[in-house]
């Protein structure tokens, strides 16, 4: 696994993400409702939320794929310009690959964009920041693999060039247990070498994951219908029961009513 | 511009093309209409020449104005629509390149595709041709197959930049179909049908002709292997009488290259202004 260092952070330099009062509407739906966010360089955060809470909205409008009322930048710059200069590497919650080409062909190709040097196999191999193994046989059509597998080479084609700010929606989507701690695992070398990443993921469902969780990520930001509601260590997102028979999610210090996602998915922000 | 993206984008697009059906497919019907209507057209190069615009080389023109144009407008118009409908488009536009880099590379990798398919086709025509056809008609040849690859540039341009805007692939491919009949035919149809009525005069034809891209470039098909502009009828007959054929052919290419401009500069701006 080759991970690309990042310079050490400079007191002068801008934060690695800025989102301030960011807003999104779909006619008169609004998906983001006054959000702000900041994340230094080597912060690796987890956007968490319920299915619709805007997550996947708020990592477009930091590609910059989407228009939004607000400000976004990524080290003091636009974000559309930050994508030009290779500073953002993101994985689209849905994205199909073209079957007729092969793991290698799609590896190749994003590393020529990125202008990374991938003349013959081991450097391709080389070329993606993901442990061995993780990706499967560089020959293999795009077409003969799983989900999981394909996951893992749209995966690897946002990660060549180890961007300085990562932007995953919902990465573990149909990934085994290996490959998922595999990915954790590269999150964690990705902090090391001071890269900075925000991880949508859905409601964490078990004690167990948050606990994994907790060991990559430095954050937790909870969405709820287009609002930051909570922004704390993972393990302050814990499973809570049912509040007298209506399901509610709260978190301390905040007494704002929650929507109804089903006991077993509840969690609560506990003090951060 | 970064052409380092935009080739890399070109390749990506030409691998992804020729290994389609769709390329494929008009290839292989290609090469097998142009060797038909080489043969056919045998008897009539040996007594005329190809040079000489007889039934041979008209069928070569119009297969050329026909087949890749329609291939080049529906490869374009699956582009962006379907790299959007599949999710891809998020993916490429958040890497180090520009709108306008991405357009460039996916014009470029698609009329790749549609060259190989010209190259194809009259590859088999002049390989037929060259047992009966003298140096004259080899240059008529190369000279119509030039043309053609400038109409496919066109014809692309034009369906990347319906992919760019249209709602969904479907429509895309749908609206793309639209264009090339309006241009391979129904504009045809209706100057032919009005020109008398409303006397558009020879004037009013040239302009109708610089405004179809595929009637420009079967006049400059005509032109470059040769032909007497009079065989265009009133229309070769007004270019002779104030531009000439060096002056005509000038006008065609004009209006071709504008064509690709104004269809990559549509292309662009739709990729900006549409979330991919």
């Known amino acids: 696994m080759r991970i690309r260092k990042h310079a050490p952070p400079d007191n002068g330099m801008p934060e690695m993400l800025s989102i301030q009062s960011v807003k999104k509407s779909f006619g008169d739906s609004v998906v983001l409702d006054d959000v702000s966010l900041q994340l230094k360089q080597g912060d690796i955060a987890l956007l968490v939320g319920a299915n619709g809470s805007g997550k996947s909205t708020l990592l477009r ?14 080290l003091g710059a636009d974000p559309r310009s930050a994508a030009r200069r ?19 062909e799609v590896v190749a190709f994003f590393a020529r964009l990125r202008g990374v040097s991938v003349s013959g196999p081991d450097e391709l191999a080389a070329a993606v920041p993901l442990p061995d193994g993780f990706l499967p046989a560089l020959e293999r059509p795009i077409g003969a693999l799983s989900g999981g597998m394909r996951r893992r080479v749209a995966l690897a084609a946002a ?33 090391a070498a001071g890269g900075t990443a925000l991880i949508a993921m859905p409601l964490l469902v078990t004690s167990l994951l948050r606990h994994d969780l907790a060991t990559v990520a430095d954050r937790a930001v909870l969405l709820d219908r287009g609002r930051v509601v909570h922004d704390g260590s993972v393990e302050s997102l814990r499973p809570t029961p049912a509040l007298g028979g209506s399901p509610r999610m709260s978190a301390v210090g905040d007494s704002r009513p929650m929507p109804a996602v089903g006991a077993q998915r509840l969690m609560s922000a506990g003090s951060r | 511009m970064s052409y380092r993206a935009v080739f890399a984008v070109a390749g990506w697009e030409f691998r992804l093309a020729v290994r389609g059906r769709l390329v494929m497919g008009t290839a292989l019907t ?69 709108r306008l880099d991405h357009v460039a590379g996916v014009v470029i990798g698609l009329v790749g595709a549609v060259w190989l398919t010209i190259g194809f086709g009259f590859g088999a025509s002049a390989l037929l041709l060259a047992s009966v056809a003298g140096a004259a008609d080899i240059g008529g040849l190369l000279a119509i197959v030039a043309s053609a690859l400038g109409v496919a540039i066109v014809a692309v341009a034009l369906g990347v930049a319906v992919s760019a805007i249209a709602g969904s692939r479907l429509q895309a491919l749908g ?14 149809l209706v ?24 009637e420009a470039g079967r006049v400059l098909m005509v032109l470059a292997s040769g032909g007497d502009a009079l065989t265009l009828g009133p229309f070769g007959a007004y270019l002779n009488v104030t531009v000439g054929a060096a002056g005509a052919t000038l006008a065609v290419c004009a209006s071709l290259a504008t064509w690709t401009g104004l269809s990559v ?6 990729v900006t202004r549409r979330e991919p």
């Open chain 1, 61 to 74: 409008c930091v590609a910059g794929l989407t228009s939004f009322d607000g400000t976004a930048l990524v």
């Open chain 1, 86 to 104: 290779g500073l953002i590497g993101y994985l689209p919650q849905l994205v199909a690959l073209p079957e007729a080409v092969t793991v290698g």
């Open chain 1, 159 to 191: 990660l060549i060039g180890s961007p300085p700010l990562v932007l995953l929606d919902e990465p573990a989507a149909s990934l085994d247990e290996e490959h998922s701690a595999s990915l954790w695992e590269t999150m964690k070398a990705l902090r």
């Open chain 2, 30 to 98: 290609f090469t097998v209409v142009c060797v038909v209507a080489t043969l056919l057209g045998l008897r009539s190069l040996s007594e005329l020449g190809l040079a000489g615009v007889g039934p041979g080389t008209a069928a070569l023109i119009n297969l050329a104005i026909l087949f890749p144009p329609l291939m080049g407008m529906m490869l374009g118009a699956n582009s962006l629509s379907s790299a959007r409908e599949r999710g891809l488009l998020p993916l490429m536009l958040v890497q180090p390149l520009s």
């Open chain 2, 175 to 188: 609206l793309s179909m639209g264009l090339w009949f309006l241009f391979a035919f129904a504009i045809d």
């Open chain 2, 191 to 214: 100057l032919a049908g009005v020109a008398a009525s409303v006397h558009l005069g020879p004037l009013g034809l040239f302009v109708g002709v610089l405004l179809n891209p595929l």
């Open chain 2, 265 to 270: 500069l549509a292309a662009w701006a739709g």
